[in-house]
């Protein structure tokens, strides 16, 4: 059992920058690969970044690529996602998830076997 818990999100204007984290709790967070995914308004959960479980690959949704950095702390059981050059589009409910697959598969949320309760972020024009 793994319990996720973000924290980070508000209020920022575009061009500016946010830095998301996500608490792990349990012992086992360095065996688990973690996502990040953003659910915007009336539209569905998107994936948006991955981090392997050592922290060697990583991977981004093309929409956030160069802007977006995932990384993770395994003594500390926290994934970051550092976010810059944010614009109104990047408007959302973020939510890291923990799994143990990895594969083709890990773009997918039914891969995904916990979730966190999500954090705001909105983008001003």
């Known amino acids: 059992q793994v319990q996720l818990v973000e924290s980070g999100g508000g209020l920022v204007q575009a061009g500016g920058s946010l830095s998301l984290s996500c608490a792990a709790s349990?012992?086992?967070?360095?065996?688990?690969?973690m996502g990040w995914f953003r659910q915007a308004p009336g539209k569905e959960r998107e994936f948006v970044a991955f981090?392997?479980?050592?922290?060697?690959?990583?991977f981004y949704v093309e929409v956030v690529k160069g802007r977006f950095t995932i990384s993770r702390d395994n003594v500390q059981s926290r994934v970051y996602l550092q976010m810059n050059s944010l614009n109104p589009e990047d408007t959302a409910v973020y939510y890291c998830?923990?799994?143990?697959?990895?594969?083709?598969?890990?773009?997918?949320?039914?891969?995904?076997?916990?979730w966190g309760q999500g954090t705001q972020v909105t983008v001003s024009a």
């Open positions: 349990g012992r086992t967070f360095s065996s688990y690969h």
């Open positions: 998830a923990a799994t143990r697959s990895y594969g083709l598969g890990s773009r997918n949320r039914q891969q995904y076997d916990y």
């Open positions: 981090i392997s479980s050592s922290g060697v690959s990583t």
